[in-house]
């Protein structure tokens, strides 16, 4: 079974790529090995890029109740296991 930072990794990659459905599965299997609300972000900007309007905002309100005082946007998708 794969670790959360391997799946973390794995969605950074397809997200690069513009996989986004791909990545959506990686951040989700991370969010159930680890629950950190920075996978809440990545599963939201998936949606986002995919044009699910409603499951991103979602995610997003779910991501600002586990984390409001963390950074947003890329620095939070890239930082998490730098």
């Known amino acids: 079974m794969a670790s959360a930072k391997q799946h973390f990794n794995q969605g950074n990659r397809h997200h ?3 996989h986004y459905q791909e990545a959506l599965s990686e951040f989700e299997a ?3 090995a680890v629950p950190d609300p920075v996978f ?3 599963i939201a900007q998936c ?3 995919m044009g699910h309007d409603k499951e991103a ?3 997003y309100k ?3 109740r586990n984390a ?3 950074p947003t946007g890329l620095t939070c998708r890239s930082g998490f296991w730098s």
């Open 62 to 64: 779910s991501y600002l």
């Open 68 to 70: 409001p005082m963390r």
């Open 57 to 59: 905002i979602e995610f």
């Open 16 to 18: 690069e790529l513009g």
């Open 47 to 49: 949606h986002r890029k």
């Open 40 to 42: 809440l972000f990545n």
């Open 30 to 32: 991370a969010y159930m």
